[in-house]
Protein backbone atom coordinates (compact mmCIF):
# COMPACT_ATOMS: atom_id res chain seq x y z
CA UNK A 1 0.00 0.00 0.00
CA UNK A 2 1.07 3.53 -0.60
CA UNK A 3 0.53 6.15 2.71
CA UNK A 4 0.24 9.68 1.99
CA UNK A 5 0.15 13.27 3.74
CA UNK A 6 -0.63 16.27 3.00
CA UNK A 7 0.50 19.53 4.39
CA UNK A 8 0.45 22.98 4.06
CA UNK A 9 -2.68 24.04 4.45
CA UNK A 10 -3.61 27.36 5.41
CA UNK A 11 -5.61 30.80 5.81
CA UNK A 12 -4.95 32.95 2.88
CA UNK A 13 -6.08 36.15 1.93
CA UNK A 14 -8.04 36.18 -2.03
CA UNK A 15 -5.44 37.07 -4.83
CA UNK A 16 -2.54 35.08 -2.40
CA UNK A 17 -0.71 32.07 -2.98
CA UNK A 18 0.19 29.14 -1.33
CA UNK A 19 1.56 25.50 -2.04
CA UNK A 20 0.29 22.25 -0.38
CA UNK A 21 2.68 19.33 -0.62
CA UNK A 22 2.00 15.27 -0.24
CA UNK A 23 4.43 13.08 0.34
CA UNK A 24 4.09 9.54 -0.36
CA UNK A 25 5.73 6.11 1.13
CA UNK A 26 5.28 2.93 0.59
CA UNK A 27 4.87 0.72 -1.94
CA UNK A 28 5.33 3.35 -4.99
CA UNK A 29 5.24 1.14 -8.19
CA UNK A 30 4.52 2.40 -11.77
CA UNK A 31 3.01 2.82 -13.76
CA UNK A 32 0.52 5.75 -11.34
CA UNK A 33 -0.97 8.81 -10.76
CA UNK A 34 -1.15 11.03 -8.25
CA UNK A 35 -4.12 13.46 -8.26
CA UNK A 36 -5.59 16.32 -6.16
CA UNK A 37 -9.28 16.77 -5.17
CA UNK A 38 -10.87 18.90 -3.20
CA UNK A 39 -14.31 19.20 -0.88
CA UNK A 40 -16.38 22.19 0.42
CA UNK A 41 -18.76 22.06 2.99
CA UNK A 42 -21.81 21.02 1.02
CA UNK A 43 -20.01 19.87 -2.05
CA UNK A 44 -18.86 17.25 -3.95
CA UNK A 45 -15.31 15.90 -3.66
CA UNK A 46 -13.38 17.57 -7.01
CA UNK A 47 -10.69 16.46 -9.09
CA UNK A 48 -8.06 19.86 -8.79
CA UNK A 49 -5.23 18.52 -10.89
CA UNK A 50 -3.12 15.08 -11.45
CA UNK A 51 0.45 14.52 -12.36
CA UNK A 52 1.73 10.62 -13.45
CA UNK A 53 4.64 9.27 -12.78
CA UNK A 54 5.86 9.70 -17.12
CA UNK A 55 5.23 13.74 -15.94
CA UNK A 56 2.15 14.05 -17.92
CA UNK A 57 0.20 16.66 -15.87
CA UNK A 58 -3.22 18.12 -16.07
CA UNK A 59 -5.29 20.75 -14.42
CA UNK A 60 -9.31 21.29 -13.78
CA UNK A 61 -10.25 24.26 -15.70
CA UNK A 62 -11.67 26.10 -12.72
CA UNK A 63 -7.88 25.88 -11.55
CA UNK A 64 -5.90 25.96 -15.26
CA UNK A 65 -3.04 28.67 -15.00
CA UNK A 66 -3.64 29.18 -11.57
CA UNK A 67 -2.37 26.05 -10.01
CA UNK A 68 0.89 24.26 -10.63
CA UNK A 69 1.95 21.00 -10.13
CA UNK A 70 5.60 20.04 -9.35
CA UNK A 71 7.26 16.89 -7.59
CA UNK A 72 10.39 16.13 -5.71
CA UNK A 73 11.15 12.32 -6.85
CA UNK A 74 14.01 12.03 -4.36
CA UNK A 75 11.57 13.05 -1.39
CA UNK A 76 8.47 11.54 -3.08
CA UNK A 77 6.84 14.49 -2.66
CA UNK A 78 4.25 16.56 -5.19
CA UNK A 79 3.57 19.94 -4.59
CA UNK A 80 0.59 21.75 -5.78
CA UNK A 81 1.45 25.82 -5.92
CA UNK A 82 -1.49 27.57 -5.72
CA UNK A 83 -1.92 31.60 -7.21
CA UNK A 84 -4.84 34.02 -7.25
CA UNK A 85 -6.46 32.14 -4.59
CA UNK A 86 -10.04 32.48 -5.07
CA UNK A 87 -12.79 32.18 -2.23
CA UNK A 88 -14.21 29.33 -4.44
CA UNK A 89 -10.66 27.37 -3.65
CA UNK A 90 -11.72 27.48 -0.07
CA UNK A 91 -11.76 23.25 0.78
CA UNK A 92 -10.23 20.44 2.29
CA UNK A 93 -7.60 19.43 -0.14
CA UNK A 94 -7.04 15.50 -0.42
CA UNK A 95 -4.07 14.18 -1.96
CA UNK A 96 -4.56 10.87 -4.19
CA UNK A 97 -2.31 7.70 -5.25
CA UNK A 98 -3.55 5.47 -7.98
CA UNK A 99 -2.12 2.36 -9.71
CA UNK A 100 -4.71 0.82 -11.67
CA UNK A 101 -1.99 -2.21 -12.56
CA UNK A 102 -2.13 -3.31 -9.43
CA UNK A 103 -5.58 -1.84 -7.87
CA UNK A 104 -3.93 0.56 -5.58
CA UNK A 105 -6.06 3.59 -4.90
CA UNK A 106 -4.98 5.43 -1.87
CA UNK A 107 -6.02 8.43 0.22
CA UNK A 108 -4.30 11.34 2.73
CA UNK A 109 -6.18 12.82 5.56
CA UNK A 110 -6.83 16.26 3.69
CA UNK A 111 -5.29 19.46 4.28
CA UNK A 112 -7.49 22.71 4.92
CA UNK A 113 -7.23 25.21 2.35
CA UNK A 114 -9.00 28.69 3.38
CA UNK A 115 -9.38 31.89 1.04
CA UNK A 116 -11.05 34.78 2.78
CA UNK A 117 -10.42 38.30 4.16
Known amino acids: QVQLVESGGDLVQPGGSLTVSCRAS????????MLWFRQSPGKEREWVASITNLDDRSYAESVKGRFTLSRDNDKNMVYLQMNSLKPEDTGVYYC???????????WGQGTQVTVSS
Open 26 to 33: GSISRPYV
Open 96 to 106: NFKNAIIGVDS
